[in-house]
Nanobody
Framework: QVQLVESGGGLVQPGGSLTLSCAAS????????MGWYRQAPGKQRELVAIIDSSGTTNYADSVKGRFTISRDNAKNTVYLQMNTLKPEDTAVYYC?????????WGQGTQVTVSS
């Protein structure tokens, strides 16, 4: 069992930056594929970025070049650095951990991009 706790969300102006953190507890997450998803009001949850145990990353086209996912296995933490934020990035951001058939979700953190 893995518990995921996100932090770092908030209100930011367009063009600004935020860094989200996801701390995993319960067992080591180093073998897990870790990801960030987001869900805007009235829309389905969508993949933002994922990083596997070797550090290979993949991003949604909408965030390529602006967002960076990284992980610190010693701290059991995954990060999402978000730059050049746009109003359409406004959503609840969820941390996700996957290993074989096991999938875990955090409770989510709100990111609002508005002037």
């Amino acid at each position: 069992q893995v518990q995921l706790v996100e932090s770092g969300g908030g209100l930011v102006q367009p063009g600004g930056s935020l860094t989200l953190s996801c701390a995993a507890s319960g067992r080591s997450s180093s073998a897990y594929v870790m990801g960030w998803y987001r869900q805007a009001p009235g829309k389905q949850r969508e993949l933002v970025a994922i990083i596997d145990s070797s550090g290979t990353t993949n991003y949604a086209d909408s965030v390529k070049g602006r967002f960076t996912i990284s992980r610190d296995n010693a701290k059991n933490t995954v990060y999402l650095q978000m730059n050049t934020l746009k109003p359409e990035d406004t959503a609840v951001y969820y941390c996700n951990a996957r290993f074989l058939v096991a999938i875990f979700w955090g409770q989510g953190t709100q990111v609002t991009v508005s002037s």
